[in-house]
């Protein structure tokens, strides 16, 4: 398996490196691993729904 450090995931998500290790110390990138002091996401992980953004119910 191949995989990416948090900078290239984050470049390949158009988000941020600091964003990325986030998720990555959360759990919600399936397959990511710490090495060092370094994050790695697996090369086709798929980018999580961003649970910070309200999502408006219609009424």
Known sequence: ???LTAAQTAEKWN???HRVSKLCSEG???GAKLM???WLAP???KKP???RL???EEK
Do not use: F, H, T
Request: aromatic share 4%; hydrophobic share 35%; proline share 0%.
């Open 1 to 3: 398996m191949e995989y």
């Open 15 to 17: 988000i941020s490196r």
């Open 28 to 30: 919600r990138i399936e």
């Open 36 to 38: 060092g002091n370094v």
């Open 43 to 45: 090369e086709d992980a």
């Open 49 to 51: 729904e961003d649970m």
């Open 54 to 56: 309200k999502i408006k």
